[in-house]
């Protein structure tokens, strides 16, 4: 398959010359952040181990893992391993716990986050003379500034359209030939739900990025044929840098292709946090090899997945490949002593002809027993019969099913959030 490449060397080198890179590298940024950081110096001290000991690749499971705690603990700037005199940009993102995780960025860190960036874009088949949408919001969140940094590296011709406003964002694209669509997975359907609702076409999109959610075969396929474009899967997170850092799939669509360069990946047993071999599914766990100003040394990032292949790709590229993300390790609900994940839900109501592409998955207690109601968006004719009967196929337990009528359920602007617990008082929170 021939491709368009942004660094073609480096993303086609061979295994060895990878593993070479990264071994210098995660050397380097051992010594950088004991030196420069107390709290990663008392984690390496209490493991008791040295920057020095890491002689191998293999040497890396001797080094303490961190997670989200370790950036809420030290919030604001705790983290950081460079003067704050150096820092040129922050991001940061609110989780469950109400205390945001920040990133800041030194001027190279923002070079690395839009090469990783651009790369992505080249992997989508996207052009430097081609126009790119970016419809994430441009603000704390790291979505819309790391498109656009990576389409500025990369020489695209950007229309900073940001959040919301369906209607305009498809004015836009018309207007200025929008060639290359970015945005959130759920913000793709509500453009896809816009367009079939006016019966307008876009003849000239001729791929999506989208990412930052649950991403489902099924989802994908959805916004493929609504969009009537290849859509592609983008991965990245605030702790990792933003947006594309970690990677995307190419146009083979076989996997997510992580920079090795920049990153290196482990997948971690999700209780005993010990290495698992390609193929299982674990936590992923990541090394930041080439940022400055906080990079992550172990990071367990509380998603799920596994290493399909490291294997040179049919695109050429030789990065290993992982599998679309496949939940979160605290995502999983166990009901009735059934483990599953919110993803599996989507993938099997999706699967219903006539059901459409927003849902809620409500969680409630009845009598001490906790029951799951799933309430989703669906054409006239889809009875909530129909509904249970796909999800006690799927899931081997019954959760009510309830049918709503197109456009009635709430929708977010960001991030969807489709799981929900019933309080007390009957209101979903
Ligand atoms: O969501 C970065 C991003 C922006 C990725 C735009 C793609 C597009 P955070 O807000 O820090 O950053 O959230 C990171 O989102 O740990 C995953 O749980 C989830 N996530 C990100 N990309 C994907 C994806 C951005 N492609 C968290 N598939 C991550 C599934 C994803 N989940």
Known sequence: MSDVYFEKNLETMDRAEIEKIQLERLQKICAHVYANNATYRKSFDAAGVKPEDVKTLADIAKLPTINKLAFRETYPMGLCCVDKKKIAEMHMSSGSTGTPVVMPYTLADLDQW?????????????????????????????????????????????????AGNTARQIKLAKDFGTRVVTGVVSYGLRIMEELETTGTTLPELKCGIFGAESFSDAMKKRLTGGLGIEVFDIYGMTETGGVGTLGQDCRAHDGIHVWEDHY??????????????????????????????????????????????????????THLRVAPIM???????????????????????????????????????????????????????????TVEKV????????????VFAPGSLPRQEGKAKRVFYRQSDGSLA
Not at 126 to 146: C, D, M, Y
Not at 267 to 288: M, S
Not at 342 to 364: F, K, R
Not at 391 to 402: I, R, V
Request: charged share 20%; glycine share 12%.
């Open 264 to 317: 290196i990946v482990e997948i971690l047993h999700r209780d005993t946090h010990q290495p698992v071999p390609d193929g299982e599914i674990g936590e992923l766990t990541i090394t930041a090899l080439t940022r400055e100003a906080l990079p992550v040394i172990r990071f367990r990032t509380g998603d799920l997945s596994k290493i399909l292949t490291r294997e040179k790709c049919s695109c050429g590229r």
């Open 327 to 385: 939940g979160r390790v605290d995502d999983m609900l166990i009901v009735k002593g059934v483990n599953f994940f919110p993803s599996q839900i989507e993938q099997a109501l999706l699967s219903i002809p006539g059901v459409l592409n927003n849902y809620q998955i409500i969680i409630e207690e009845n009598h001490g027993f906790t029951d799951v109601r799933v309430n989703v968006e669906a054409e006239p004719g889809v009875t909530g019969f």
């Open 114 to 162: 839009a090469t990783c960036m651009a790369r992505c874009y080249a992997m989508a088949g996207a052009l430097p003379t081609e126009v790119v949408q970016i419809t994430p919001s441009f603000g704390l969140f790291n979505g819309g500034f790391g498109m656009y940094h990576g389409a500025r590296k990369y020489g695209l011709f950007v229309v900073p359209s940001g």
């Open 391 to 402: 999800l006690k196929e799927t899931l081997g337990f019954s959760p009510k099913g309830d």
